[in-house]
């Protein structure tokens, strides 16, 4: 047990492409709290925050850009140019990302912790940690990833993928290799027979199903729960049947998908009726996709469904709750209001992660609703 009291801290990390935030992802779904460490990193020196002062004595104020945010790409064409200026930054930023990591570990309320960081080994978080787990993949598929996902050619890939050390490397200080071909079936087998070590006597129950069917309107109270791959059939159907086929998804579909995003489950009289996808991030709650059978009373679904999300998000220590509505859900500001959320657009959400998150996560068309969710934010303004 690490020197966290009562937790067990996994430190997940892994070269570029090789599939370390799905896994972090993953192990998420089956009970850990898990940590973004590198998403903390651009915390540490946002404006306010505590390394954002530091930052501009150590590298001057053209950093800033015009809403007095450090700019990340001037920052990052600049370290990323000169290894002095690197370890730098890394003197500022790394002790507070180390602080933050370990009030959110903390705070959390599961026993079991993982860390995701791309240079765990090389520092102090290590030190925290119980376990190392490293994700590996064959060069050609991480390439493949890097071109696929992020429109480089097969050289600048290859480039990414040389410019860091060896991951051999990482395999040779692993307590745990998950391996990464590309198969998500293969992906999750793995993971949860490494969690399984972690906590004896846990269950993956893939076969489990919901049931779908579209109950009697009005005829019972709402309840949630949380989606599991090991309902990815059911969840598949009723997305594309809710969405009338604007969101046509197979089980395969669902099951990748859970790399990515949680499913929270509307239920009445043990049927599902709802669901909403929806993901914490950067400690950000963001809910995408909401779809609702058409005959349900919209203000106690909708009220229950968000609530649903809300308290599991809670339990990630989000901060804030970021809802893209589209279509005639976007129309129903009355109850968003009741619910405690406002219209507002990425500007004005003040943070600097709430906006980003903001236009990162924003389907085209839709409208956003924000409620901040905690006011005991990590590495907040000082």
Request: hydrophobic letters at 40%.
């Amino acid at each position: 047990m690490s020197n966290q009291t009562g937790k067990f801290v996994i430190g997940l990390t892994g070269n570029i492409a090789t599939g370390k935030s799905v896994v972090r992802r993953m192990l998420e779904h089956l009970g850990a709290y898990t940590i973004d460490a590198d998403s903390l990193t651009h915390r540490a020196y946002a404006k306010g925050a505590p390394g954002y002062q530091q930052v501009l004595d150590k590298f001057g104020k053209w950093l800033l850009n015009r809403e007095g945010e450090i700019d990340r790409k001037k920052l990052g064409n600049l370290v990323f140019s000169d290894p002095d200026a690197m370890r730098q930054l890394e003197e500022i930023v790394h002790p507070l990302v180390r602080q933050a990591t370990e009030m959110l570990i903390q705070r959390a309320s599961q026993p079991v912790v993982v860390i995701e960081a791309i240079k765990l080994l090389e520092g102090d978080i290590r030190k925290v940690c119980d376990s190392i787990w490293v994700t590996n993949a064959p060069e050609a598929i991480q390439a493949e990833r890097l071109m696929r996902k992020r429109g480089l050619t097969h050289e600048q890939a290859l480039e990414r993928i040389h410019a860091q050390s060896a991951q051999t490397q990482k395999v040779n200080m692993a307590n745990m290799v998950i391996t990464n071909t590309g198969s998500y079936d293969d992906l999750w087998k793995q993971v949860n027979e490494a969690w399984k070590q972690v906590v004896p006597g846990a269950q993956d129950g893939q076969t489990d199903t919901l049931t779908v069917k579209k109950p009697v309107a009005g005829s019972g109270e709402f309840s949630t729960v949380r989606g599991k791959p090991k309902h990815a059939s059911s969840i598949a159907e009723l997305v594309t049947r809710l969405s009338k086929g604007k969101r046509s998804m197979n089980a395969d579909e669902v099951m990748e998908s859970f790399g990515d995003k949680a499913y929270m489950l509307l239920q009445m009289d043990g049927q599902t009726v709802g669901v909403a996808g929806w993901q914490v991030e950067n400690l950000v709650t963001r809910t995408t996709d909401i779809f609702l059978e058409d005959d349900l009373d919209i203000n106690k679904a909708l009220n229950m469904l968000i609530k649903g999300v809300e308290s599991a998000s809670n339990e990630l220590q989000s901060e804030a709750s970021l809802i893209f509505a589209m279509d005639s859900l976007a129309a129903q500001n009355a109850t968003w209001q009741q619910i405690g959320y406002e219209k507002r657009t990425p500007e004005s959400l003040g943070v600097q992660a709430w906006q980003e998150a903001a236009i990162e996560a924003a389907p085209a068309g839709s409208v956003l609703f924000f409620k901040q969710l905690r006011q005991d934010r990590v590495l907040r303004p000082i």
